[in-house]
């Protein structure tokens, strides 16, 4: 059963670094999610440690594919105007088997959002806790999006 996104409420997520990046950088399904919120479909939400890796995984990504890499700066200045920004303070104890991914899940409850969309395994496999659903790319088009 599909419950798409109304076109009249934003639906408000919180995109893995992953997700962000390979949207920008390679398309595919990632990017038919980052159309979503340029079409004002989605509500992006983010902390400022989550910025802080897209800027830095992001800067990782445009040394190398340098040819790319100008949307990379458009879209985070983007990000940065438009996102749903939280104070998200870091969890009390590790969730995730990568420390590093706690910092979805703090967003996710400091913003009681209940949806992650990553690709990331670490995160995929504690999804649930409290309440967040943690989604793939695929999962989110297919579940969550109308076709256009």
């Known amino acids: 059963m599909r419950a798409p996104v109304s076109r009249g409420t934003p639906l408000r997520v919180i995109l893995d670094t992953n997700v962000l990046l390979s949207g920008i950088f390679f398309g595919g399904v990632p990017e038919r999610i980052?159309?979503?919120?340029?079409?004002?479909?989605?509500?992006?939400?983010?902390?400022?440690?989550i910025l802080a890796e897209y800027h830095d995984a992001g800067a990782v990504l445009a040394a190398r594919y340098s040819a790319i890499a100008t949307p990379l700066d458009a879209v985070l200045t983007l990000l940065t105007q438009t996102a749903l920004l939280v104070d998200a303070p870091e969890l009390p104890e590790r969730v995730s088997a990568d420390a590093a991914d706690d910092k979805f899940l703090a967003c996710a409850l400091a913003a009681q959002v209940p949806l992650i969309i990553s690709g990331d395994q670490h995160l995929l496999r504690v999804s649930g806790w409290r309440g967040i659903t943690i989604v793939t790319p695929r999962h989110f088009v297919d579940r969550y999006l109308d076709d256009e």
């Open 34 to 49: 980052l159309a979503a919120w340029q079409r004002d479909r989605l509500d992006l939400v983010l902390s400022l440690p």
